[in-house]
């Protein structure tokens, strides 16, 4: 580092600096400098790879040769310019303490972290000061990412296996007979998380009585395969293991469990290069010196899948069923304050539809003039502020513009006397007799 560049590092918001893929890193660079400094940029680089490399040696002595396997995957390669500009003309940062905040989001489809001797997923975040006809200044940061390899409910992880084998023995002569083992092999699931117990069950039938059961082994064992261009390396590993030992009656059942450790997912998905694989590895060792038995079961090593959230109950013992989602409720002219200054001994027609009013709607649905002003476009009531359905009649409140209390015993009169509300006083009909002295007058 030169001289007048006192600090240069990366410090990201997260201190444990783990993310999930699709994730932002926040985060800042930090320089301190004891004189001014030209440069062109400033820049970081965001960058997520997988690499492979093994060599395999053949021959001895003078002849011995080595082969170089690599093989390289790239998920992400990004700048971000944060002072200057990358190709432009040198600028000069002054001296002092300096610090330029970021932020980048990360692919959604990328695979998690993984770190072997052979090959390796890694991500990190490389800070740059590009210094023309001069050596860079650069500091590294490294992160981790978690994908979830989600164990899905509908997928087979949640299929269990239940497996049956028989084992015929025979003395050293084929043709003499030592009976036979029914073995049962049994677990409730095949899709597992990180700290689960793989409960296993061996249920042993024996149909012998010279050949006996001594030893149940079982084992948790995790298969890798590194993948160059031209072969692939596996190799596998023994992650858990337990075991149980006789006596046996010539009926039981054996349960053994592995407990899951902190190990990466199966299959380490987005990434072509390496695969990982669990298995459950099941020996019987029988005694004399019979063939042990031995089964192995593909197994997977994920995450749970994310719970949805449900729909909040509400403590309406009304309401026990499911409805659509609710809105806000739509203004209605009979919750208009002039209401309150409606006759209750009249019986009005309904008011139109707001927005469906014309010439003869108006004419039949008259307009009262009052002394107040109120409004005759929009609601003066905020939507925004309308209680929900499934808050009605529980002390729900709110704010809203209160409601208007005209004075007592004041009359309103019609504008529109044509109104149908101005009916003309009730005439009965002319009686017979007035009607037959009209005619005789006549």
């Known amino acids: 580092m030169s001289s007048t560049l006192k600090t240069f590092e990366i410090k990201l918001g997260n201190p444990t600096a783990a993310y999930g893929s699709g994730a932002i890193i926040t985060g800042q660079v930090i320089i301190d400098l004891i004189t001014a400094k030209s440069m062109r940029a400033l820049k970081l680089r965001f960058k997520g790879r997988c690499k492979i490399y093994w060599e395999v040696r053949s021959g001895n002595g003078k002849t011995v040769q080595t082969t170089r396997f690599r093989g390289e995957e790239e998920y992400f390669h990004s700048d971000l310019c944060l002072f200057g500009s990358t190709g432009g003309d040198t600028i000069e940062m002054l001296a002092g303490h300096h610090v330029f905040p970021f932020n980048y989001a990360l692919p959604r489809n990328i695979p998690n972290s993984y770190k072997h001797s052979i090959g390796s997923v890694e991500y990190s975040i490389k800070a740059i000061i590009d210094r023309p006809w001069k050596f860079d200044h650069e500091t590294t940061k490294a992160f981790t990412v978690e994908t979830p390899f989600e164990l899905n409910p509908e997928s087979r992880s949640l299929i269990g296996i239940n497996d049956e084998v028989k084992e015929d023995y025979c ?246 006397h044509m109104s149908p509300f101005n009916y003309p006083p009730e005439q009965l009909p002319p009686s017979y007799d007035s009607v037959i002295a009209s005619d005789h007058k006549q």
């Open 171 to 416: 003395c050293i002569i084929p043709c003499i007979s030592r009976g036979s083992l029914l073995y049962n092999f049994r677990l409730p699931t095949i899709g597992y998380t990180r700290g689960d117990v793989i409960q296993l069950t061996v249920n042993i039938t024996s149909q012998s009585d010279s050949v006996g059961v001594n030893k149940v082994i079982a084992k948790l064992l995790q298969r890798l395969d590194f993948h160059a261009s031209s072969k692939t390396n596996s190799e596998t590993n023994v992650i858990e293991q337990n075991s149980y030992s006789g006596p046996f009656a010539k009926q039981c059942s054996v349960k053994i469990g592995l407990r899951v450790p902190s190990i990466p997912s199966s299959k380490l998905q987005y990434c072509n290069l390496i695969d990982i694989s669990y298995a459950i590895h099941i020996e019987i060792q029988v005694s004399r010196f019979h063939c042990n038995t031995q089964k192995y079961y593909d197994i997977l090593i994920g995450t749970k899948p994310a719970v949805m959230m449900t729909t909040q109950q509400v403590d309406n013992p009304v309401s026990h069923f499911e409805t659509s989602p609710t809105v806000p409720i739509e203004y209605s002219p009979l919750a208009d304050p002039t209401s309150a200054f409606l006759n209750p001994d009249i019986s009005y027609p309904m008011p139109s539809p707001i927005g469906l009013q014309n010439e003869e709607t108006s004419a039949l649905y008259p307009q009262f003039s009052t002394p107040y002003s109120i409004e005759s476009g929009p609601s003066q009531y905020s939507r925004a502020a309308a209680p929900y359905l499934h808050q009605l009649g529980r002390g729900f409140t709110h704010q809203s513009t209160p409601i208007f209390q005209p004075p007592q015993n004041m009359e309103f009169t019609p504008s529109n």
